[in-house]
């Protein structure tokens, strides 16, 4: 009888048999956004909207749209840091309902979408260095159970995230100054801590009288530093160099390097081939001569492109910025510099201008005034 009917099915004509291919639902629908009229944007406001949409309804039907929605808005509200949003954003999945009950389940990631959108959120925890705790721990134990990926995911947040946040030498705060003058000191002060005799002077370009950008200056420079320059020859011009950029978490402070002489190389006259007077060395039987390179004694401010013999961050960072500052070091204990030719080398605009990023990068402009 079966067969009967399979054999019929098989010679009914084309035109009787309805074939409808799939649609994808991939279409233009407009989604509820609770967190575009809100009047005020704090943390309160936003926790608010969580709780609504949590009232709303028992089954919390579109739940994974609206967690993706709310983590797009974070730092529109100023919760992207803050470890409370984001569990109050896993609190909104629903609990005991995607754990999976055997180990197929559990390999072949039962619930894909909603463990993709949990994932998703520890991953922004992660690029905004927000570490989670026990607490969290729990409540992705509950909804995903012990086998779930995001469980997984927190596991290994938990051991990395510690010895990152450790591992850094220059601990900053965990909020960082609005203050660009203040952002500025800390940044010269982590980038001048290799030389603990460095000394951190704030000055304003309006001690100049032909200074047009009215502006501050954060010079670092150590008494060594001093040394250095004074030792540079009146024949060869110091280079400013930069701009380079020095991450405080993130922000980025802009600074320049006034660089002197190269260090000389070490030179060794001795003939390696002649054997007419080798020597033991005392304490390694059986080992003649030495390979030892001659040492030569230079400070960490000597490297091989140049010596730095000052550092400093302005307010602008454009040219007459800089010229100031070179002015500056002049009037506080460098008065060689009146001798001395200096070298702009900016390849940044010469006024604090933000460049986009579809603009070309300007060629770098070479400009040599003797101060």
């Known amino acids: 009888m079966a067969a009967r009917i399979l054999k019929t099915f098989l010679r009914a004509r084309p035109s009787i048999i309805t074939i409808k291919r799939f649609e994808s639902n991939e279409k233009n629908v407009t989604l509820y956004d609770p967190f575009v009229n809100k009047p005020q944007k704090d943390k309160k406001t936003y926790l608010e909207a969580i709780k609504i949409f949590e009232t709303r309804d028992t089954r919390r039907r579109g739940h994974v749209e609206f967690i993706y929605a709310a983590l797009a808005r974070m730092k529109e509200f100023g919760v992207h840091k803050d470890l409370e949003a984001y569990k109050a954003l896993v609190d909104v999945l629903p609990k005991g309902r995607f754990i999976p009950t055997n180990i197929f389940q559990a390999e072949f990631m039962h619930y894909p979408k909603q463990q993709q959108c949990a994932v998703d959120l520890l991953e922004q925890m992660e690029d905004n260095g927000v570490m989670p705790d026990s607490e969290m721990e729990q ?7 012990r086998r779930g990926i995001p469980l997984r995911k927190f596991w290994r947040m938990m051991y990395w995230m510690p010895k990152f946040k450790n591992l850094s030498p220059w601990l900053l705060p965990e909020k960082l100054p609005e ?7 800390m940044a ?3 980038i001048t801590s290799v030389d603990p005799e460095v000394k951190l002077d704030v000055w304003q370009t309006e001690e100049i009288e032909a200074s047009l950008d009215k502006t501050w200056v954060v010079s670092a420079q150590s008494e060594v530093q001093k040394v250095l320059l004074a030792e540079q020859p009146s024949d060869i011009a110091l280079v400013v160099k930069g701009p380079f950029s020095v991450y405080m978490k993130d922000q980025v402070v802009t600074y320049f390097t006034l660089i002197g002489k190269t260090r000389p190389e070490p030179k060794d006259d001795k003939d390696i081939d002649d054997v007419s007077d080798l020597q033991k060395p005392l304490g390694i039987p059986g080992f003649i001569g030495s390979t030892k390179i001659p040492s030569v004694k230079c400070s960490v401010h000597e490297q091989d492109d140049g010596t730095i013999v000052a550092v400093c961050a302005t307010g602008t960072s454009s040219r007459d910025s800089l010229l100031s500052w070179i002015r500056l070091l002049e009037k506080y204990g460098n008065p060689l510099l009146s001798e001395i030719p200096v070298i702009f080398t900016l390849s940044a605009p010469s006024s604090d201008i933000a460049v986009q990023e579809t603009q070309p990068a300007k060629q770098e402009e070479t400009t040599k005034v003797n101060t």
Do not use: P, S, V, W
């Not at 203050?179 to 000191?185: S, V």
């Open 139 to 145: 409540m992705l134990l509950n909804i995903f159970g």
């Open 179 to 185: 203050d660009t003058l203040e952002l500025a000191k």
């Open 188 to 190: 010269i002060q982590r």
